[in-house]
């Protein structure tokens, strides 16, 4: 449904008018002059420089969107209203959003700001940090788009939800940056030499869609509220300039302006110009512009009215404008934006509206929410302005982030006459021609407040989908998002916890689907674990007949089965084969077609439910035995000298108490038994009869066998204290060993061979510790090279060395081995092919790179518990079924497949995923929709044949606007961040990178052409379930796996890309677009968390308290302004100094602010499945530097594009497509 209204008609406008001022005003078009060439260089870093007589031809062609004025007075808008907003809908009786722009730093990094990420063990258990590389590496070319500006558009097919518009903006330089209607104050120029000429270059703009010149709507927003009073001046002030905040501001010090290119001389100079350009950013944003950013339209010379006042007149005395511009003829340069406006008297024309002064609200920050206006459910803004006016007097205690701004781009202003440039290159504003220098053209970039944020999405799905309870038994209706806390009831479809899928409409034949390239695919997670409040799948028992099947495609008995003929058969809604229902299952029909007892079987009545099965679903029509657990303890020198061994052994004694079990009041069923190992194996007979336990070793690792079988595997009650005695013994027989080698592939071989004596299925626990390089199969070698990172090579790195690990893989899922690896190495360790077995088994991971006994044992023990404990099933087989017309094509996971069909898994728990693709192979009808069933045949814990499962009706569409309205970002990008991991084995990094960036392009651009009523072609526009997919999309692109720091690990990028492999939507979620709260806004009284702000470091206040979630780290961001209460509070020290950055848990305080924040990691631990280690990084310590890779928004140091760079690109991309 689309929310937007104009009158009553839900449709969302996007159009472009000319500007018109006041009716009090003369307006005159003016024309423009179109007639030079344009530069035509494709190469984002090459080329000359452009001229300035190029760049005023450029303007010439820009045009910005903007949606229609109010009935008032041309050119302004209603004051903002006081209802509360609608998610995702425009009035189309506001202007668009203006967006103050920021200036963008060089490509080189400034001081503090551009160094490389922190060293890899600090947020995967990495190496120390290394020295900071230069940002060479670019994931994509630079974009010639244009910023975009944000409006809606209606779907021409049917009514879809409004999308997001971006219009295009005309550039400014990173040096010479200015901004119409802004004042900046006097100061006095620092003469500086003629920088070089800069090496990135512009490319050349697009055309403006077809106008003629003489059409060219100027820049346009909405009407001024009445005028601010003059204390809030200078926050505005600060709020529209980018660049570095004066240090006695209470915000986040920005490092110094980089000193490459242009900006070495712009960082002195430019504050001297009479009326101001403001001080270059050099923010945690430090991107390159995209060249080729759209032209401005030329200025034309206007006598100020009666009021202006005095461009001389100090800043803060100006009084805000209101009105806009006329489209002026000609371009010299520009005048400051932003704030109020110093006007020559000479200058002629209606006055500059103000920025902050613009049209009513929208409902989500990215659409642009009302002047000074906080957002729908969110505190005041918070953070820093992004930068400040020389000779503005700080605001007392000012700690809120400046409001963001409504409207259209602003309208450059004409030249003022009589100025000369501050320093050699500088534009002449308004005075003779002077020869171009080597300063580069401006360019104006998008403010980040004025595009989609990922914020205001989570906080309105909050508000509209968490109070109601979400139930499944509408056929293809979203649920809400993984970040919203909501309660299932099923109807009949799985719930979201278990299935979630990238679209809940498909389309109906396979060219509509090819022609949108939305991926079809499904995030299944069949034992997902269920909160408190919801029932787990109930367990439906049909006896020795077993589960009531199709007898044609096999599928099981669920709601989408419809019974005929009285209730004698039934019709398979998947393959539409006619059953006998069997004679004890028979059951009468009442009058609507339903089963008497459908309410009371979950099989007909609910989404997900389990069987149990017959021995004719066991292997070798034999039931199964309960499972075992063996642990295998590498006792290496590495290993015992880092505490890993006594750390092991002295937790393994409380932790055979808490082996899996279903009846948590009986004994588990799970047997254990125990190895360690170097070079040799030693195998332990724990028998229960012994009075001390027995080793036996096997030095003979060529040909692996076990040597016992009665007294291996026991039972934990019988044996406690042979295992006991066991566990206190190995950390002293090993204490003193010399012996660095280790082996692995026996390791495992040992585990899986005494499996197959026992004839059960079970669990490894590997702790290893080094590169296996012993003479054993398996033995591998060290094949670290930096060199081919980059290169066509470098997809060898991810692939394993040696083929042994892939049989010996094949050999654990056959008997139902899963193998679980906990690494902790201090070199390279080869995870890639290590690696291999426990990916094919469904096991996991861990890794502890330079692992600490004091502060990383808290970490590997939580880790150890919950892997030990959580629930899991074995010797797994699952296969999906679908309805006729598609059918699953692709599996993504840890599993291995020995068919195109069966995903079997060893090992199967509460926290691995499978990601099926589907695809078309034939015609879907809109009436019947489309059906799915996962099935998973598994052995519980107590040796239970069992079947979960799970079904799934989505609705088919002939309309693709139908497609666009029910698709859910978050699993999308799940999807595409898995097949793109995959795809490193066998293509470059950098061709991986740039089909997701086509195939995202491709997905907007038909989104565009098919469903959003026509517009300006420089407007980017985006449908309201998807305009999160840019800045997610970056995030993926920027990982470390596809875009690594010069100082990420081989095995870091292979651990992360195996850990994502089997990740849900919630964790692949935070994993990408990591959590930040700002803590010192938090109520300690109150059960609400604060509300999160966006992954950049202009968000960051010197006075603030930050935790930020990766979904592996926690970091406990300090600012070197905090208040003395909020570090006693937290820290029992009012002393910043005194602060201890090793400190990886938070002294337990008696306050209520304390206490709050332990609550609130202790639940976000909770809400993960691996440990979350907290680091706390003070401001300006060298920990910081990992803290900023994970402010996803911002630039990185590795050349990966802050999300505004990145939507420039995209639209770039689309607008290709288009053309």
């Not at 963008?104 to 700001?113: F, L, N, R, V």
């Not at 104006?444 to 909050?462: A, F, G």
């Amino acid at each position: 449904m689309c929310v937007c209204v104009c009158v009553c008609v839900c449709v969302c406008v996007c159009v472009n008018l000319s500007l018109r001022p006041p009716v009090s005003q003369p307006y005159t078009p003016a024309p423009m002059n179109l007639s030079t060439p344009q530069p035509s260089y494709r190469q984002p870093f090459a080329g000359p420089p452009t001229s300035m007589q190029q760049m005023t031809n450029q303007m010439a062609g820009m045009q910005v969107g903007s949606a229609p004025p109010t009935g008032t007075a041309p050119g302004y808008a209603v004051p903002p209203s006081s209802q509360p907003p609608v998610s995702g809908a425009y009035t189309s009786t506001a202007p668009p959003p203006s967006f103050p722009p920021t200036s963008t730093a060089s490509t080189h990094p400034a001081a503090g700001d551009g160094a490389a990420p922190g060293p890899p063990q600090a947020f995967y258990g990495g190496a120390p940090p290394a020295p900071p590389p230069t940002a060479a590496q670019q994931p994509f070319p630079t974009s010639s788009a244009p910023p975009p500006a944000f409006s809606t558009a209606p779907p021409t097919q049917a009514p879809a939800a409004p999308p997001v518009s971006v219009g295009a903006a005309p550039p400014v330089s990173q040096a010479s940056q200015a901004f119409p209607g802004g004042p900046a104050p006097p100061a006095q120029p620092q003469p500086q030499p003629a920088p070089p000429p800069p090496q990135q270059q512009q490319l050349p703009p697009f055309s403006a869609a077809g106008l003629p010149p003489s059409h060219q709507p100027p820049f346009t927003s909405g009407a001024p509220p009445p005028a601010a009073p003059p204390t809030s001046q200078p926050q505005q002030q600060q709020h529209l300039y980018g660049g570095p905040l004066p240090p006695q501001q209470g915000g986040y010090p920005q490092p110094p302006p980089p000193t490459s290119s242009s900006s070495a001389t712009a960082a002195t100079t430019n504050s001297g110009f009479p009326g101001g350009l403001p001080p270059p950013q050099a923010s945690a944003r430090p991107s390159q512009p995209y060249p080729g950013a759209p032209p401005m339209g030329q200025q034309q010379q206007q006598p100020p009215p009666v009021s202006q006042p005095s461009p001389f007149l100090p800043p803060s005395s100006a009084p805000p404008l209101s009105g806009p511009l006329p489209p002026p003829p000609t371009a010299t340069g520009f005048a400051p934006q932003g704030g109020a406006p110093p006007r020559h008297p000479g200058m002629q024309g209606p006055p500059m509206q103000h920025p902050s002064m613009s049209g009513p609200p929208m409902s989500q920050a990215n659409h642009v929410g009302p002047p000074g206006a906080n957002q729908p459910g969110m505190p005041p803004p918070m953070g820093p302005p992004t930068g400040a006016m020389p000779g503005v007097p700080p605001q007392p205690g000012m700690q809120g982030y400046p409001p963001q701004q409504n409207g259209a781009f602003g309208q450059m202003r004409a030249p003022q006459p009589g100025y000369p440039g501050p320093y050699p290159g500088q534009q002449n504003f308004g005075g003779p021609p002077q020869p171009s220098a080597s300063a580069p053209p401006p360019q104006k970039r998008l403010d980040p407040d004025s595009i989609p944020s990922p914020i205001q999405v989570i906080e309105d799905d909050k508000a509209n989908k968490g109070a109601e309870p979400f139930t499944t038994g509408v056929r293809g209706q979203a649920p809400p998002l993984v970040t919203t806390n909501f309660q299932v009831k099923d109807q009949g479809n799985a719930s979201p916890r278990f299935i979630r899928c990238t679209a809940y409409n498909i389309p109906c034949t396979s060219d509509m689907a090819k022609q949108s390239q939305v991926p079809l695919a499904a995030v299944i997670k069949p034992l997902a674990t269920l909160p408190a409040d919801e029932t787990p799948p109930y367990i439906v028992d049909h006896g020795e007949s077993g589960p009531i099947r199709c007898n044609r495609c096999k599928a099981y008995m669920c709601p989408y089965m419809q019974f005929i003929e009285g209730g004698r058969r039934f019709q398979c809604g998947f393959c539409s084969c006619v059953t006998e229902v069997p004679p004890q299952y028979f059951q009468h029909l009442d009058h609507t077609g339903k089963r008497v007892d459908c309410y009371d079987r979950p099989e007909l009545s609910m989404g997900s439910y389990e069987f149990l099965a017959t021995v004719d679903y066991c292997k070798n029509n034999k039931l199964p035995q309960p499972p075992a657990f063996i642990f295998l303890i590498d006792v290496s020198y590495n290993a015992v000298r880092s505490g890993m061994v006594g750390i092991v052994c002295q937790e393994l004694k409380t932790l055979l108490d808490y082996l899996p079990r279903e009846n948590p009041d009986l004994p588990s069923p799970v047997r254990v038994g125990f190895v360690t190992y170097n070079k040799v194996l030693h195998f332990y007979n724990v028998k229960s009869s012994l009075a001390q336990p027995q080793m036996m070793v096997v030095s003979d690792v060529a040909d692996m066998f076990v040597p016992l079988l009665d007294g291996f595997l026991v039972n934990v009650n019988e044996s406690r204290m042979v295992i006991e005695s066991l566990l206190d013994q190995i950390p002293e027989m090993f204490a003193d060993t010399r012996e660095t080698e280790t082996v692995f592939g026996p390791v495992i071989q040992a585990g899986l061979e005494a499996l197959k004596a026992a004839d059960c299925a079970g669990k490894l626990f590997i702790f290893h510790t080094s590169l296996p390089i012993a003479e054993a199969p398996g033995k591998l070698k060290n094949r670290e090279d930096k060199k081919q990172v980059g290169t066509d090579k470098e997809k060898a790195l991810f692939q394993p060395q040696a083929s042994f690990y892939g049989n010996l893989a094949k050999e654990c899922v056959a008997q139902g081995c899963c193998v679980d690896l906990f690494l902790f190495p201090n070199q390279y360790v080869d995870v890639a092919t290590l690696g291999v077995v426990p990916t094919s088994t469904g096991g996991s991971i861990y890794k502890y790179t330079y692992f600490q006994a004091q502060s990383d044992q808290e970490r590997f023990l939580h880790d150890l518990r919950r892997d030990v404990q959580k629930q899991v099933g074995f010797d797994a087989v699952m296969r999906v079924r679908t309805s006729t017309g598609i059918r699953a094509t692709d599996f993504l996971g840890s599993f291995y497949m020995s068919n195109t069909t069966d995903v079997e898994l060893a090992g199967l728990d509460c926290d691995k995923t499978v990601t099926v693709e589907f695809r078309h192979d034939d015609k879907l009808s809109e009436d019947t929709g489309a059906f799915m069933q996962c099935a998973v045949l598994y052995t519980s814990c107590s040796g239970q044949r069992r079947l979960r499962v799970h079904n799934m009706a989505v609705n088919c569409c002939m309309q693709l606007a139908d497609l666009y309205r029910n698709c859910e970002t978050d699993t999308i990008i799940n999807f595409f961040s898995k097949y793109a991991f995959r795809s490193v084995l066998n293509s470059p990094t950098k061709n991986v990178r740039d089909s997701l960036i086509n195939q995202c392009a491709q997905i907007l651009a038909c989104y565009r052409k098919n469903c959003a009523s026509p517009s300006s072609a420089g407007q980017l526009i985006l449908p309201e379930c998807m305009k999160l997919l840019p800045v997610y999309l970056n995030c993926v692109l920027k990982s470390d796996v596809l875009h690594p720091a010069a100082d990420t690990s081989l095995d870091d990028r292979a651990y992360l890309r195996q850990l994502l492999s089997c990740m849900d939507v919630a964790e692949s979620h935070v994993f990408f677009y990591p959590r930040l709260l700002p803590l010192h806004k938090m109520d300690a009284e109150s059960e609400a968390l604060p509300v999160a702000i966006r992954g950049s470091e202009e968000r960051l206040s010197k006075g603030g308290l930050y935790l930020l979630e990766t979904g592996l780290n926690l970091f406990l961001w300090v600012g070197a302004s905090a208040q003395q209460e909020l570090l006693q509070n937290v820290f029992g020290t009012t002393a910043f100094g005194q602060i201890d950055p090793n400190m990886t848990s938070l002294p337990e305080l008696d306050n209520p602010f304390s206490k709050k924040l332990r609550e609130i990691i202790a639940s976000f631990r909770a809400q993960r499945s691996r440990y979350m280690k907290l680091m706390v990084v003070k401001q300006d310590d060298k920990l910081e530097l990992i803290f900023k890779h994970f402010l996803v928004e911002d630039k990185n140091n590795c050349g990966g594009a802050s999300y505004v760079d990145f939507l420039c690109h995209m639209h770039k991309e689309i607008r290709q497509l288009l053309s």
